[in-house]
């Protein structure tokens, strides 16, 4: 059974944390093999480099959703 919680209006359970984490998953996984690993971003390395903090940034995000989120997203990578 999921945990249900209400902020405001709006009324969260369990599958709407993982939805989030799932499609951050997917988007980080998409950022890194299609981006990150290109072959032009391996030799613009600014480029690279923000692409990467933009990575870095998601992934903060995907850990403040997982850790907020329900018991089976605790885990920490």
Known sequence: M????????IELDDFHYH???HTL??????IDR????HPVLKLEKEARQ????AA??????YQKVASTGAPWCKIKY
């Open 19 to 21: 939805e989030v984490v």
């Open 34 to 37: 299609t981006l990150i690993q």
């Open 25 to 30: 998953d997917l988007v980080l996984g998409l």
């Open 2 to 9: 999921s945990s249900k919680k209400k902020v405001g209006d």
């Open 50 to 53: 923000e692409v990467e903090k």
């Open 56 to 61: 870095d940034h998601l992934f903060a995000a």
